[in-house]
């Protein structure tokens, strides 16, 4: 398999948490859309088979469009919203029907998606993992060992305990986590008031026992649930939001700041 994912010029990040419901689904969309509104080239992957919740989050209702279907290998054009092009596994499931996906399927589908995709040349391919160790995350690895994992936790310890594992997947599979996102970290009231509802610090804990840096914050807030049901996220919505805002500066660093650096090689110097 080469493409522009193996041979160096795309970045991939992939998003993980320990467990469900912290926000990952969120978080990787949001990210996702402030990444591409920095000007940036971003494809999706949405490979949380229990969850595929990226088409309803970013606003996509139609899938792939195959351009050849009697070719033996059919290529796919990911459907775009808000600058984001996007590949799920829900796409090729029925809502209704409960999917058993199995390791090799998952293996296969995910291999499918890297190269019978149209993904032109992005900068960033970000991946949504599914919680936990398991075979996706073995795959990816097989599959794009340069990936950069982020792992997204709420600020309970108890939670952060749980993300650990996350971490150490990563490890396993000998994958670099390059930062913590910590989501839920806050309610600000109408008076400006913060409630750490979830209590306070396991993120900067997190990220400290790993040796990596807290890459942001993000509030609850409610329009971000609601621009991830209807499809519209909150960074393009309402880009002012100290989400968004959070969102933006996330995006910045890992664009920026993280850029992996070039290697100086003296004897290509221009005299
Ligand atoms: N910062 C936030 N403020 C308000 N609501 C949020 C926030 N983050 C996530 N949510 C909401 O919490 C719920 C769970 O979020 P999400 O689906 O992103 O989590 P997940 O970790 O991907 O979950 P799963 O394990 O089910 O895939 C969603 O309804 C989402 O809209
Ligand atoms: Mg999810």
Redesign the pocket.
């Known amino acids: 398999m080469a493409n522009s994912f193996t041979d160096g010029k795309t970045r991939i990040l992939a998003v993980a948490?320990g467990?469900?419901?912290?926000?990952?689904?969120?978080?990787?969309t949001n990210l996702a859309v402030a990444l591409a509104r920095r000007g940036a080239a971003v494809a999706a992957i949405d490979a949380?088979v229990?969850?595929f919740?990226m088409p309803r989050?970013l606003g996509i209702d139609r899938p792939p469009e195959v351009v050849d279907p009697d070719a033996e290998r059919p290529l796919m054009i990911p459907p775009e919203a808000n600058g984001v092009k996007l590949i799920s596994m829900g796409f090729f499931a029925r809502e209704d029907q409960p999917v058993v996906w199995r390791g090799p399927m998952l293996h296969k589908a995910l291999e499918q998606f890297l190269t019978d995709v149209e993904w032109g040349d992005p900068d960033f391919l970000i991946v949504?993992m599914p919680?936990g160790t398991g075979d996706v995350s073995l795959s990816i690895a097989q599959f794009l060992p340069r990936a950069e994992v982020v792992v997204?936790t709420t600020p309970q310890l108890a939670a952060q305990k749980v993300a650990q594992r996350a971490a150490y997947m990563a490890k396993k599979v000998n994958l670099a986590v390059i930062g913590v996102i910590e989501?839920?970290s806050w309610f600000r009231a109408d008076d400006g008031t913060a409630y750490e509802l979830f209590g306070a610090g396991g993120g900067q804990e997190l990220a400290d026992d790993l040796g990596v840096p807290l890459l942001g914050q993000?509030?609850?807030?409610?329009a971000?649930?609601e621009g991830?049901?209807d499809g519209h996220p909150i960074v393009v919505s309402d880009p002012a939001s100290e989400?968004s805002v959070a969102f933006a500066r996330i995006a910045e660093r890992i664009h920026v700041e993280l850029a992996p650096k070039r290697i100086y090689r003296p004897e290509l110097r221009i005299t």
């Open positions: 948490s467990k469900g419901g912290v926000g990952k689904s969120s978080v990787t949380d229990w969850g919740s989050m949504d919680p997204v989501n839920m993000i509030p609850l807030l409610p971000l649930r991830g049901d989400a």
